[in-house]
């Protein structure tokens, strides 16, 4: 499988961007498919999680009310919505995926993905 991120940019505080993951394999094979993000000097941490039915998403309290991730399987794709932007997010961001299914707790860990787009970068700035 091959995962392209793309939708990254600058923008200002209180703004919104839409990162989009567009899957070259079928995304119905893969059960968690989730963006991260690494800002310079952090780790890769998770941001958000959209698995299948009937589970649900997965979001990390620092975005929660702000972000949503959504998936269009007739596309292919996968989309982070990404509202009322505030400076620390800003990063690379990630999308990964990951056949098996994990327990909650785990959904959001970067070391449990297997495959990884490449990063796309968000700038909120003034």
């Known amino acids: 499988v091959q995962l392209q991120a793309s939708g990254g940019g600058l923008v200002q505080p209180g703004g919104s961007l839409q990162l989009s993951c567009a899957f070259s394999?079928?995304?119905?094979?893969?059960?968690?498919i989730g963006w991260f993000r690494q800002a310079p000097g952090k780790q890769r941490e998770g941001v958000a999680v959209v698995s299948k039915r009937p589970d649900p998403a997965t979001y990390a309290d620092s975005v929660k009310g702000r972000f949503t991730i959504s998936r269009d399987t007739a596309k292919n794709t996968v989309y982070l919505q990404m509202n009322d932007l505030k400076p620390e997010d800003t990063a690379v961001y990630y999308c990964?995926?990951?056949?098996?299914?994990?327990?909650?707790?785990?959904?959001?860990?970067?070391?449990?993905?297997?495959?990884w787009g490449q990063g796309t970068l968000v700038t909120v700035s003034s």
């Open positions: 990964g995926t990951r056949k098996g299914r994990m327990v909650l707790s785990a959904r959001l860990s970067a070391a449990q993905y297997e495959y």
């Open positions: 394999g079928n995304m119905l094979d893969y059960y968690h």
